[in-house]
Nanobody, 121 residues
Framework: QVQVVESGGGLVQTGGSLRLSCAAS????????TGWFRQAPGKEREFVAA?????YYADSVKGRFTISRDNAKNTVYLQMNSLIPEDTAVYYC?????????????????WGQGTQVTVSS
């Protein structure tokens, strides 16, 4: 069993930056992948970024967000730059065994509780 905890959300102005952290504890996999998803009010949960063997980004965040991993800490980060109001959402971290698809929510096994990101205009 794996526990996933996100942190780092908050309120930021348009053009600002935030760095989200996703820490996994408990049993970890020899090889695993981590994804970030977000859900805005009234909208479906959407893929943001993932890291496994390679990194993957939604078109809406490519060039602005960067996903990275600290293997020693079982922690994945999402650096979010040039934030815009459309980025406002609850951001969720999810973990799955590698390898395979990384951009669909149903492919992930463990989920965090979410962290709120609000970008003011």
């Amino acid at each position: 069993q794996v526990q996933v905890v996100e942190s780092g959300g908050g309120l930021v102005q348009t053009g600002g930056s935030l760095r989200l952290s996703c820490a996994a504890s408990g049993r970890t996999f020899r090889r695993y992948a981590t994804g970030w998803f977000r859900q805005a009010p009234g909208k479906e949960r959407e893929f943001v970024a993932a890291i496994g063997v390679s990194t993957y980004y939604a078109d809406s965040v490519k060039g602005r967000f960067t996903i990275s991993r600290d293997n020693a800490k079982n922690t994945v980060y999402l650096q979010m730059n040039s934030l815009i109001p459309e980025d406002t959402a609850v951001y969720y971290c999810a973990v799955k065994e590698s390898t395979g698809g990384l951009t669909r929510a149903y492919e992930y096994d463990y989920w965090g509780q979410g962290t709120q990101v609000t970008v003011s205009s």
